[in-house]
T-cell receptor, first 114, second 116 residues
Framework: DAGVIQSPRHEVTEMGQEVTLRCKPI?????LFWYRQTMMRGLELLIY????????DSGMPEDRFSAKMPNASFSTLKIQPSEPRDSAVYFC????????????FGNGTRLTVT | AQSVTQLGSHVSVSEGALVLLRCNYS??????LFWYVQYPNQGLQLLLK??????LVKGINGFEAEFKKSETSFHLTKPSAHMSDAAEYFC??????????????FGQGTILTVHP
């Protein structure tokens, strides 16, 4: 199994531009999570999906952020327009969804907004 | 609501010394508890987990953790530190039931430094 695959690994963009982060979960995992990691706030859950349906998006910081999961093997996190304070590492994770099942993380996308 | 507190954002030990990383949790229902490790420029990897049963849980790389309900703790230990253990460690608690089923809440992380 290739694990959770995220792309790109690094993204540098200018303020105001649209940014799209991509994630391919592990096959058979019904849950997909998007996390953001910063020095100040640590790991924050942004949104998670169950069977491609968004379950909890209370962590999405504002309307500039949106996430989709059009099918079981693909999800995107979009920021439009981007701002310097969005600079962070964004992680995608997937799991089988039982309460005791661990999350499997991708290697993250390091986003820098100048 | 559940929460996790990791005591000490930085821990420094000598190679061969005991590693002790502290984690306390708050949960209104019996928790599932996890320890993850993050190496530089990588995602988080599962070290070990507690669900039910034996309260002393063994994980990868010689780490273990003990669930103590009376102390609401889940401290991570390793008898002898190795240079390769240098990383950031995260404790997490899982919520059971409701719309938060399977959702993990993470602590702030503890950076472990190992000196030669």
């Amino acid at each position: 199994d290739a694990g959770v695959i995220q792309s790109p690994r690094h993204e540098v963009t200018e303020m105001g531009q649209e940014v799209t982060l991509r994630c391919k979960p592990i096959s058979g995992h019904d849950y997909l999570f998007w996390y953001r990691q910063t020095m100040m706030r640590g790991l924050e859950l942004l949104i998670y999906f169950n069977n491609n349906v968004p379950i909890d998006d209370s962590g999405m910081p504002e309307d500039r952020f949106s996430a989709k999961m059009p099918n079981a093997s693909f999800s995107t996190l979009k920021i439009q327009p981007s701002e310097p304070r969005d600079s962070a590492v964004y992680f995608c994770a997937s799991s089988t969804g039982t309460a005791n099942s661990p999350l499997h993380f991708g290697n993250g996308t390091r986003l820098t907004v100048t | 609501a559940q929460s996790v507190t990791q005591l000490g954002s930085h821990v420094s030990v000598s190679e061969g010394a005991l590693v002790l990383l502290r984690c306390n949790y708050s949960s209104s229902v019996p928790p599932y508890l996890f320890w993850y490790v993050q190496y530089p420029n990588q995602g988080l990897q599962l070290l070990l987990k507690y669900t039910t049963g034996a309260t002393l849980v063994k994980g990868i790389n010689g780490f273990e953790a003990e669930f103590k309900k009376s102390e609401t703790s889940f401290h991570l230990t390793k008898p002898s530190a190795h240079m390769s253990d240098a990383a950031e460690y995260f404790c997490a608690v899982s919520v059971t039931g409701g719309t938060s089923y399977g959702k993990l809440t993470f602590g702030q992380g503890t950076i472990l430094t190992v000196h030669p």
